[in-house]
């Protein structure tokens, strides 16, 4: 079991960038959150949640939305038990809230653990 915690959410303009952070807490005896793999979803207004990129375990592969390619960079920091997203050239569409979970399959929104979630607000 892991326990996951977003932050870096906010209101930014259209064109602008934002870069948002997962936390993990490692709970006694259970699995370490280095060795989960790692996604970010997200949740517009009045739509279903989707998926957006993915991690492995070690940071070697990582998929993406094809909404996001080239815009949103996924990372982790297995020290720091962090994932992060950076977005770039955000959109009014990007808006919504993101979440982010641990062991997920690239592609699928499926997550055993799962964060409270982070408000992104994209103005145009």
């Known amino acids: 079991q892991v326990q996951l915690a977003e932050s870096g959410g906010g209101l930014v303009q259209a064109g602008g960038s934002l870069t948002l952070s997962c936390v993990g807490s490692?709970?006694?005896?259970?699995?370490?959150?280095?060795?989960?793999?790692l996604g970010w979803f997200r949740e517009a207004p009045r739509k279903e949640r989707e998926f957006v990129a993915s991690i492995s375990s070690s940071g070697a592969n990582t998929n993406y939305a094809d909404s996001v390619k080239g815009r949103f960079t996924i990372s982790r920091d297995n020290a720091k038990n962090t994932m992060y997203l950076q977005m770039n050239s955000l959109k009014p569409e990007d808006t919504g809230i993101y979440y982010c979970a641990a062991d997920v399959t690239p592609g699928l929104v499926a997550g055993r653990y799962w964060g409270p979630g982070t408000q992104v607000t994209v103005s145009s």
């Open positions: 490692d709970v006694p005896s259970g699995r370490p959150f280095k060795n989960y793999s």
